[in-house]
């Protein structure tokens, strides 16, 4: 993240309230970029974010699969619906124990012009089934998608991301609603 403040790149990070660390946390936000994880680590830090990522980022990335490996985070198989499930279970039961927070991006992949696309849900019945104390956390993620507009090289110079941490919404048996309104929120927010 740091890295990109030498291309002009801003940072606005906002919170709607304080979220409380003495409870389990999912984090559900939109995806535009591989630029939106380093935020969500550095801002969200003291709640300890654990991730639901793609099996082939365990391999390959020094230090990154490593910590995805070996950090909490789950790996997942996109092509195997089973598996993808019981270690998104896994880390709902990891979360509820230790008090942690888990990212999800129920997207699915990156939307590389900034329009959010479908949220799957499967993954995020999941982790509020086997985390049931846990609040979600809707959060907004706008323009990271600007640093990779041409790929890798160049990177996108003097882009402004902003991310806005929307109100928890408490875990209940009403799972449809609460998804749908965690949807309306991710997406509120949203410009393009």
């Known amino acids: 993240m740091g890295s990109t403040l030498f291309l002009g790149t801003r940072y606005r990070f906002k919170k709607a309230e304080e979220l409380p660390t003495d ?14 994880i380093p935020p969500l680590i550095w801002y969200m830090r003291k709640y ?3 991730f639901v990522s793609k099996k082939e980022l365990g391999k390959g990335i020094p230090s990154v699969s490593y910590n995805l490996r070996h950090g909490g985070s789950v790996l997942i198989d996109r092509k195997n619906k089973e598996q993808s499930l019981n270690e998104i279970k896994k880390l709902g039961q990891y979360i509820e124990k230790f008090n942690r927070s888990a990212v999800i991006f129920p997207e699915g992949t990156r ?10 849900t499967g993954g ?3 982790l ?7 609040l979600l956390v809707p959060i907004s993620i706008n323009n990271s998608w600007k640093l990779l507009r041409y790929g890798k090289f160049p990177y996108g110079i003097g882009t402004f991301i902003s991310i806005d941490v929307h109100a928890p919404i408490p875990n209940s048996s009403e799972v449809n609603k609460i998804l749908e309104e965690v949807e309306t929120k991710v997406k509120s927010e949203i410009r393009t």
């Not at 509020?128 to 846990?134: F, G, K, Q």
């Open 23 to 36: 409870r389990p946390l999912i984090l559900v936000s939109n995806h535009q970029s591989m630029n939106d």
């Open 48 to 50: 300890h974010p654990k």
């Open 111 to 120: 939307s590389r012009d900034g329009i959010t696309k479908k949220f799957h």
């Open 124 to 126: 995020l019945k999941a």
């Open 128 to 134: 509020m089934s086997t985390a049931p104390s846990a």
